[in-house]
């Protein structure tokens, strides 16, 4: 048993998971996607389920806000519970007037201003990456569900409230798509134990014009981006 998702078996969690922040989203996705989901998790209320997806064992469990708490369930996950597959499925906000809220984009780097990576003690910069293993997947899904995605660079940020109104200006000018915070301590996680990740957002707010998702979208609208993940963690 691990410190934060204690109530689970070695058994109870499958070897591909989805990762969505807010643990609500989990429940809906559990509710609505997955056959007979059973909750193996309550723990702080970060609800975390499973199911079967087309057949296929498939886990849900909610992570949080931010590359602390990710950094948490997905170390737990991987060295606790052996899963292989983990799949973000979280929110950004666009820095580009073509990435249009609702637009779905995958984080092939995550660019970070965090100081996650001194734990690995690493004697330079390092650019944590997606699995090209779950990219191709991805992609696949999306021919298969014509689904489009925007795939490229992601910055991964420790603060959601900024004090200067233009400090994504400098990550939009080096081609970054676009704001979340967790998908670069996930992929740190992953290749240092040598498993797969990726990070797949919808938009929700826009940077350029302004426009934002309501929460209820937020938690229950951006059905796309799961119908992705969940095609990929079964193939």
């Given at each position: 048993?691990?410190?934060h998702?204690?109530?689970?078996?070695?058994?109870?969690?499958?070897?591909?998971?989805?990762?969505?922040?807010?643990?609500?989203?989990?429940?809906?996705?559990?509710?609505?996607f997955?056959?007979?989901p059973?909750?193996y998790?309550?723990?702080?209320?970060?609800?975390g389920?499973?199911?079967?997806?087309?057949?296929?064992?498939v886990?849900?469990q909610?992570?949080?806000?931010?590359?602390?708490?990710?950094?948490?369930?997905?170390?737990?996950?991987?060295?606790?519970?052996?899963?292989?597959?983990?799949?973000?499925?979280?929110?950004?906000?666009?820095?580009?007037?073509?990435?249009?809220?609702?637009?779905?984009?995958?984080?092939?780097?995550?660019?970070?201003?965090?100081?996650?990576?001194?734990?690995?003690?690493?004697?330079?910069?390092?650019?944590p990456?997606?699995?090209y293993?779950?990219?191709?997947?991805?992609?696949a899904?999306?021919?298969?569900?014509?689904?489009?995605?925007?795939?490229?660079?992601?910055?991964?940020?420790?603060?959601?409230?900024?004090l200067?109104?233009?400090?994504?200006?400098k990550?939009?000018?080096?081609?970054?798509?676009?704001?979340?915070?967790?998908?670069?301590?996930?992929?740190?996680?992953?290749?240092?134990?040598?498993?797969n990740a990726?990070?797949l957002m919808t938009?929700?707010?826009?940077?350029v014009?302004?426009?934002?998702?309501?929460?209820?979208?937020?938690?229950t609208?951006?059905t796309?981006?799961?119908?992705?993940?969940?095609?990929?963690?079964?193939?």
């Amino acid at each position: 048993m691990s410190t934060h998702i204690n109530a689970a078996g070695k058994n109870d969690i499958a070897p591909s998971v989805l990762l969505p922040g807010d643990p609500l989203r989990a429940k809906f996705i559990a509710e609505n996607f997955l056959e007979n989901p059973k909750c193996y998790n309550e723990i702080r209320g970060m609800l975390g389920y499973t199911g079967t997806y087309k057949g296929v064992p498939v886990s849900v469990q909610g992570t949080g806000m931010g590359m602390p708490s990710m950094g948490i369930y997905s170390w737990e996950l991987i060295t606790e519970y052996g899963v292989r597959n983990l799949i973000r499925i979280g929110t950004a906000g666009s820095f580009h007037e073509h990435i249009k809220v609702k637009d779905i984009v995958v984080g092939m780097a995550a660019s970070t201003d965090s100081n996650y990576i001194h734990a690995f003690d690493v004697p330079g910069t390092y650019a944590p990456c997606a699995s090209y293993e779950l990219l191709t997947k991805i992609a696949a899904a999306s021919d298969m569900l014509d689904i489009p995605f925007k795939a490229g660079n992601i910055v991964s940020c420790d603060v959601f409230y900024e004090l200067s109104d233009d400090w994504w200006k400098k990550w939009a000018s080096m081609g970054i798509m676009a704001v979340e915070m967790e998908a670069a301590a996930l992929y740190m996680n992953a290749a240092y134990n040598n498993v797969n990740a990726l990070a797949l957002m919808t938009i929700s707010d826009h940077f350029v014009t302004g426009e934002k998702a309501t929460a209820q979208e937020r938690q229950t609208s951006f059905t796309d981006m799961m119908k992705l993940a969940l095609e990929a963690a079964v193939m």
